[in-house]
């Protein structure tokens, strides 16, 4: 059963997809008033109809699962009137009750939303302490990443190494904290770029780095500047040394027209050894995987059509971006050659849009091998090898990687016999009306947005590096165990994202890639609940009646098989993926992976943890007025929550980037661990009341 809050009244109903661990609702002293305003009259429904559906949903045994399932308060709601706005901010502090903010930054650098115009586009400006949490709110949040030695806790070495910082990448600007203390997150530094879109920002593993790109998708919104950045467009990546984390200073900058790139990953290669004096000099390499967005269109006036991933090299690495050059050296030292490209054969899409929309880099716990994830919209999930880039650079992608797509993933099947043909595991044994187009949208299918491949491999919620004594039996000697290893599993999410979808919000869905060869389907997730339709009647799924309001967007990874997804304005979701595996009902009892997904009877089910719904901080009564939110900010759509992008902690700590608020720190219970105990420091106002 689930509590849902529509027109008023709560209504407590059949939970129409997979259940939810039992939990019960945390909440805010005034959003649990207007949620629970109209209970008691439908309480008094409920019990005429309780007779019947007592029986309907199968008598005693359910008894106990209606018992926890009433406590959970459903925080989505589609339609707006007199009971429900979605821009009513206190309104919208839910959670259930397994989690709790340990901190909140607003990104409040120094009191200016913008720096001095000496450093535009140029440095960055070191932030202060006091002004945490205070306002003006700049805003605009996308993107998040963290990098730092979290399993020793963060310590800071006295060589400058070490710590834990995070990046938020927030239209014009990104900022960069210190979260070495997750109760405690300090604002560093942030690096103001005059143009716009800032969208996606990654970091090396070491901190010294950050890659961010722009990308122009609205010339009104985004006008390129007619100052001195006249012939710097917003289609471009930047590189920027964070080495002193609070003076970041841009060392690097490519256009890629005509819009940029929407998302980009990076790695440093220390295992090519090309022949090439060229490039055999250097130690390591650094490679650049670009997403762009109009993979058919032409590239500025050269004639050269440029797939939607490209790959790009810097010959001279690090050592290119010394700060100290002068002019003339950097033009000649920071380059980056296009060195190869990919886009899935139209052969293997049952007919659907190709469009790259995000690249993660994944080196393969079992084959070694560095993949790239690709999520390809209609085209699905695509997995393709880096391993072993050409002595030669194939810019336009004619074989490399081209050549190199280790394995996809689609709904419907993608060839005419194997893996990928009718009979073939690889597939959902759809239609491709059923998987892909506006067809395949209504039913949660297609439109592949993001992938988050596991960093581990699982065994029941165990990963290969945990003490063995902590293991379950099933889980042998580990994944190389002769009887027990098929137990040891690699899983990979992939979800959908739409901007209006009248019948659904979409699914996550849980792709088995032990073998990246040979990807099949275990188990798919929607948002839980049903929803009332704008005629009145009662509709078995959440969905999205425009903005994006609803949808998937950005997840990752965690520990014990749990994983997190945002859902912008319903907040941010976790589930339980460590019983996949072995829930899985195999036809006539027999496991067999190599078969795929016509040797699997039933699916397993994701279960449903907890949720949280950024409505900035806890302690104060009106964060609205008291930080200055800026709720007209329809880039956000006027609405908290709206949540983009949030990064795992190993620690046990999740990092959240709401578009208009800032940055939350949360905690779930099932993630805590004893080593690494930071409680909040702060008191809730009702803890203070």
């Known amino acids: 059963m689930v509590a849902r809050c529509v027109n008023g009244p709560i209504q407590i109903e059949p939970l129409k997809s997979p ?23 439908a309480l008094a429904v409920i019990s005429l109809l309780s007779a019947t559906g007592y029986l309907a949903l199968g008598g005693s045994k359910n008894v106990e699962t209606m018992n926890e399932m009433e406590e959970w308060v459903d925080p989505v709601v589609e339609i707006e009137d007199e009971n429900h706005s979605h821009t009513d901010l206190l309104a919208h502090r839910l959670q259930t009750d397994n989690m709790l903010l340990i901190d909140y930054h607003n990104l409040n650098c120094d009191g200016n939303v913008a720096p001095p115009p000496e450093l535009d586009n140029v440095a960055g400006r070191p932030c202060f302490p006091e002004y945490k949490n205070v306002g003006p709110t700049p805003g605009d949040s996308s993107e998040i990443a963290i990098e730092g030695n979290f399993m020793e806790d963060c310590v800071k070495n006295a060589d400058g190494t070490g710590g834990c910082y995070a990046y938020v990448s927030s239209y014009n600007q990104f900022e960069i904290l210190d979260i070495s203390e997750p109760n405690n997150i300090v604002l560093l530094s942030t690096y103001y770029a005059e143009v716009g879109r800032m969208i996606d920002i990654k970091v090396t593993p070491d901190n010294n780095w950050v890659l961010v790109n722009h990308e122009l998708t609205n010339s009104d919104l985004d006008p390129i500047p007619t100052d001195d950045d006249a012939n710097s467009g917003a289609n471009r990546l930047d590189v920027i040394s964070v080495v002193n984390k609070n003076e970041p200073i841009k060392v690097a900058e490519w256009n890629n027209p005509p819009a940029g790139f929407h998302n980009q990953d990076m790695h440093v290669d220390c295992d090519w050894e090309p022949a090439n004096p060229l490039w055999s000099i250097e130690e390591c390499h650094l490679f650049l995987y670009g997403a762009d967005p109009y993979p058919e269109m032409v590239e500025g006036d050269s004639g050269t059509f440029y797939k939607g991933t490209q790959i790009f090299y810097v010959p001279l690495g690090f050592e290119a971006w010394d700060i100290t050059s002068t002019d003339e050296q950097q033009n000649d030292s920071r380059q980056i050659l296009r060195w190869g490209g990919y886009s899935p054969e139209p052969e293997t899409t049952c007919g659907g849009s190709i469009f790259n929309h995000d690249n ?11 993949l790239l994830y690709i999520s390809y919209w209609d085209a699905g999930l695509r997995i393709v090898d880096v391993s072993n880039p050409p002595e030669i650079p194939d810019p336009e992608g004619i074989s490399w990687p081209q050549d190199n797509e280790v394995g996809r993933w689609m709904g419907c099947p993608t060839a005419d016999d194997g893996w990928y043909g009718p009979d073939g595991g690889g597939h959902a044994n759809m239609s491709s009306e059923e998987w892909g187009g506006s067809s395949g949208a209504l039913n949660g299918n297609g439109w592949i947005h993001y992938a988050v491949p596991y960093d581990h491999l699982l065994c029941n919620g165990a ?49 088995d890639t032990t073998d990246p060869a040979k990807p099949f389907l275990m188990s798919k997730w929607k948002l839980p609940g049903s929803s009332i339709l704008p ?55 027999v496991v067999s992976p190599e078969i795929g997904y ?45 949540d983009w992008g949030l990064q795992y902690d190993p620690r046990g700590y999740l990092f959240i980037s709401e578009m208009v608020s800032g940055v939350y720190v949360v905690q779930m219970d099932e993630d805590k661990n004893p080593n690494f105990a930071y409680p909040p420091l702060y008191m809730a106002t009702e803890d203070a009341e």
């Open 19 to 41: 259940p939810m661990r039992p939990s019960r609702l945390f909440k805010d002293k005034e959003a649990a008033d207007k949620v629970m305003t109209y209970a008691f009259v």
């Open 360 to 370: 993660v880099f994944h080196i393969h716990p079992i084959t070694g091998q560095k």
């Open 463 to 511: 990963k290969d590096t945990d003490p063995m004594e902590t293991w379950d039996a099933e889980c042998g000697t580990g994944p190389n165990d002769a009887e027990f290893g098929i137990n040891w599993r690699h899983l990979t999410m992939i979800a959908p994202e739409y901007g209006t979808n009248t019948n659904h919000t979409g699914y996550i869905w849980t792709i």
């Open 535 to 589: 005629d009145g009647s009662e509709h078995p799924h959440h969905y999205i009646p425009g903005g994006y309001i609803y949808s998937p967007h950005n997840g990752d990874t965690g520990t014990h098989g749990h994983v997190y997804w945002t859902h912008y304005h319903a907040g941010n979701w976790v589930t339980d993926h460590s019983d996949i595996w072995q829930d899985l009902v195999w036809v006539d009892g």
């Open 598 to 642: 016509p040797a699997i009877a039933q699916m397993s089910e994701t279960k449903t943890m907890g949720y949280f719904l950024p409505s900035g901080p806890t302690w104060m009564e009106d964060p609205k007025a008291t930080l200055g939110y800026d709720m007209a900010d329809c880039w956000a759509s006027c609405m908290i929550p709206f």
